[in-house]
């Protein structure tokens, strides 16, 4: 099992930034890939970005161009970055991880990220 805390979510006006970061612990050996997942109020977890553990890199239409997902092997950390994020990026954000003998990933409990216009 695989253990996912987010962090740096909160309020950001239209245009701004805002990073999210998510640390995992636990079988963080067993990660391959690992991704930000969105969930805005009344629809589905929809994909943001996704990264391997070899830095391939995977984004949503609505967000290309704006939003950056990196990762820190050596700290078993990933990161979104957010730039000049729009009132419809409004959601929890969550952070999921892949895990190379379990067909079950594992999901943090998600972030709040609330842009203002």
């Known amino acids: 099992q695989v253990q996912l805390v987010e962090s740096g979510g909160g309020l950001v006006q239209a245009g701004g930034s805002l990073r999210l970061s998510c640390v995992a612990s636990?079988?963080?050996?067993?990660?391959?890939?690992m991704g930000w997942y969105r969930q805005a109020s009344g629809k589905q977890r929809e994909l943001v970005a996704t990264?391997?553990?070899?830095?391939?890199?995977n984004y949503a239409d609505s967000v290309k161009g704006r939003f950056t997902i990196s990762r820190d092997n050596a700290k078993n950390m990933v990161y979104l970055q957010m730039n000049s994020p729009k009132p419809d990026d409004t959601a929890v954000y969550y952070c999921?991880?892949?895990?190379?003998?379990?067909?079950?990933?594992?999901w943090g409990q998600g972030t709040q990220v609330t842009v203002s216009s």
């Open positions: 999921k991880a892949d895990l190379r003998y379990s067909i079950s990933p594992g």
């Open positions: 990264i391997t553990n070899s830095g391939t890199t």
């Open positions: 636990g079988s963080s050996r067993s990660i391959t890939t």
